[in-house]
């Protein structure tokens, strides 16, 4: 990638957080397909000095992760499914 596409890019991803109102942490989770309604309530969140437990993996991987959290004090669980592209079924 030449410098000129590099500073190009930056300054799109820069953009697009002005736009959005998003840090560098919610512009993350918006590119892996959190809804930024989802994504705004975890910036705030992070804020509070909370934490973000992303959990990524197979339905029995996330679905193993739900029974370990339900047996905490956890505050909320939200979960995100990005539907399956025609090369992944």
């Known amino acids: 990638m030449t410098s000129l596409a590099k500073l190009f890019r930056a300054t799109a991803f820069r953009l697009t957080l ?51 959290l339900d047996g905490t004090d956890c505050e909320s669980q939200d979960f995100h499914f990005q539907p399956l592209l025609a090369s992944q079924v």
């Open 18 to 68: 002005a736009i959005l109102g998003l840090s560098a942490v919610g512009a993350g989770l918006v590119s892996i397909g959190i809804p930024k309604d989802s994504v705004i309530k975890y910036e705030v969140a992070l804020k509070s000095d909370k934490f973000l437990l992303i959990v990524h993996g197979t339905q029995d991987a996330v679905y193993a992760a739900r029974i370990i």
